[in-house]
């Protein structure tokens, strides 16, 4: 499974767009990248997956380059309600079971 | 998307004594199911893959007679935390994968449930 690094945590403010960026040097060819928000006592919730290029839901953006060996995680002018921890995972996502592991994650602090 | 349970949300057990937890896939159907354990401002922990109809496959380091798994069902895996000490304390969170019937090929993690062992 490819490791993925993150930045420990970050600061933002109400109505900013934060950007948060996870280097995963060694993907495989048929890892995706998947995003997660975890709040405090809670199970992590799915924000947004992807294989390459660029993905846009709801809530969030997911930008990945050509190499893949980086992804960046855009979410647009963040709240208060944002606070929480995200998680950048990949894996294989086949018709056999997907294991993710997880990694330190980035605890985001967004302010008034 | 596809929502995942569990079962309880918070319990309180004596020490020696066996705890069982809940966890059920609502709307789709769950070969696989993933156990992990996350204490305070930490990461979670992969302790088990729960594959239903046959034998947990567990991470090393985990103790497999102490914590059981069973997945009888499509829908439903159960953590058993067997002759709990105070050190098992933790929040206790699992996962499943939504198969092509559900949300695509994504994992989906139930809201987690905090034992504490007193």
Same mark, same amino acid.
């Given at each position: 499974?490819?490791?993925?690094?993150?930045?420990?945590?970050?600061?933002?403010?109400?109505?900013?767009?934060?950007?948060?960026?996870?280097?995963?040097?060694?993907?495989?060819?048929?890892?995706?990248?998947?995003?997660?928000?975890?709040?405090?006592?809670?199970?992590?919730?799915?924000?947004?997956?992807?294989?390459?290029?660029?993905?846009?839901?709801?809530?969030?953006?997911?930008?990945?380059?050509?190499?893949?060996?980086?992804?960046?995680?855009?979410?647009?002018?963040?709240?208060?309600?944002?606070?929480?921890?995200?998680?950048?995972?990949?894996?294989?996502?086949?018709?056999?079971?997907?294991?993710?592991?997880?990694?330190?994650?980035?605890?985001?602090?967004?302010?008034? | 998307?596809?929502?995942?349970?569990?079962?309880?949300?918070?319990?309180?057990?004596?020490?020696?004594?066996?705890?069982?937890?809940?966890?059920?896939?609502?709307?789709?159907?769950?070969?696989?199911?993933?156990?992990?354990?996350?204490?305070?401002?930490?990461?979670?922990?992969?302790?088990?893959?729960?594959?239903?109809? /046959?034998?947990?496959?567990?991470? $090393? &380091?985990?103790?497999?007679?102490?914590?059981?798994?069973?997945?009888?069902? #499509? *829908?439903?895996?159960?953590?058993?935390?067997?002759?709990?000490?105070?050190?098992?304390?933790?929040?206790?969170?699992? /996962?499943?994968?939504?198969?092509? $019937? &559900?949300?695509?090929?994504?994992?989906?993690?139930?809201?987690?449930?905090? #034992? *504490?062992?007193?």
């Amino acid at each position: 499974l490819a490791k993925t690094t993150q930045p420990i945590s970050m600061d933002s403010y109400e109505g900013q767009e934060v950007n948060i960026t996870c280097s995963h040097n060694n993907i495989a060819t048929n890892d995706y990248i998947t995003w997660y928000q975890q709040f405090p006592s809670q199970g992590p919730r799915f924000i947004i997956q992807g294989y390459k290029t660029k993905v846009t839901n709801e809530v969030a953006s997911l930008f990945i380059p050509a190499d893949r060996k980086s992804s960046t995680l855009s979410l647009p002018r963040v709240s208060l309600s944002d606070t929480a921890v995200y998680y950048c995972l990949v894996g294989p996502v086949n018709t056999g079971f997907q294991k993710l592991v997880f990694g330190t994650g980035t605890r985001l602090l967004v302010s008034p | 998307g596809a929502v995942v349970s569990q079962h309880p949300s918070r319990v309180i057990c004596k020490s020696g004594t066996s705890v069982k937890i809940e966890c059920r896939s609502l709307d789709f159907q769950a070969t696989t199911m993933f156990w992990y354990r996350q204490f305070p401002k930490k990461s979670l922990m992969l302790m088990a893959t729960s594959n239903e109809g /046959s034998k947990a496959t567990y991470e $090393q &380091g985990v103790e497999k007679d102490k914590f059981l798994i069973n997945h009888a069902s #499509l *829908t439903l895996s159960t953590l058993t935390v067997t002759s709990a000490h105070p050190e098992d304390s933790s929040f206790y969170i699992c /996962s499943a994968r939504a198969g092509q $019937q &559900g949300s695509g090929n994504t994992i989906y993690f139930g809201e987690g449930s905090w #034992l *504490t062992v007193v």
